[in-house]
């Protein structure tokens, strides 16, 4: 077996070849698909942690919402009391003011009555004066008659 000038140039090129490709081929390569790879990790690192904040923030939203529906209800049960206070109120007050009014009715039909009385004393009075007068044919004393009629007044003749 001898070993030929050509095989041993063939095994040193050979050799030349893979140290060349080692060091300028598979460890790029190899850096780039461990970069690569890295790239990925991290992305698919960022996609969960994007799904969990927007699990979250839909949570966060969901939270709010129905923190949001018990207040606006809140409001309107507190606008519904308010309104039926507020109508009661109004009620009541109507309710004192026709009462007002219907008491000063009374007391104005009741002042017009005293009124009347009054009235028709003076004409009862004057009216018996006239009618003495023609029977007696004389004319009373104005002030004999005021203390005839207030007498019969207190006797309780004229009601």
């Given at each position: 077996m001898s070993?030929?000038?050509?095989?041993?140039?063939q095994i040193v090129v050979f050799l030349t070849m893979v140290v060349l490709l080692k060091k300028h081929l598979y460890v790029p390569l190899n850096e780039a698909m461990e970069s690569?790879?890295?790239?990925?990790?991290?992305?698919?690192?960022a996609a969960d942690a994007g799904n969990k904040a927007r699990e979250a923030a839909e949570k966060e939203v969901e939270a709010q919402l129905i923190a949001a529906r018990n207040k606006a209800q809140e409001i309107v049960a507190s606008a519904e009391k308010r309104a039926a206070e507020v109508a009661e109120s109004a009620t009541n007050?109507?309710?004192d003011d026709a009462s007002k009014i219907v008491e000063a009715a009374k007391e104005e039909v009741a002042a017009e009555a005293v009124r009347a009385r009054d009235a028709l004393r003076s004409e009862?009075?004057?009216i018996a004066m006239l009618a003495a007068e023609k029977v007696l044919g004389a004319e009373i004393d104005a002030k004999r008659h005021a203390a005839l009629v207030e007498g019969v007044i207190?006797?309780?003749?004229?009601?």
């Open positions: 070993i030929d000038l050509t095989f041993i140039g690569r790879t890295k790239k990925i990790a991290e992305g698919l690192a007050k109507a309710r009862v009075a004057s207190r006797d309780g003749f004229v009601k």
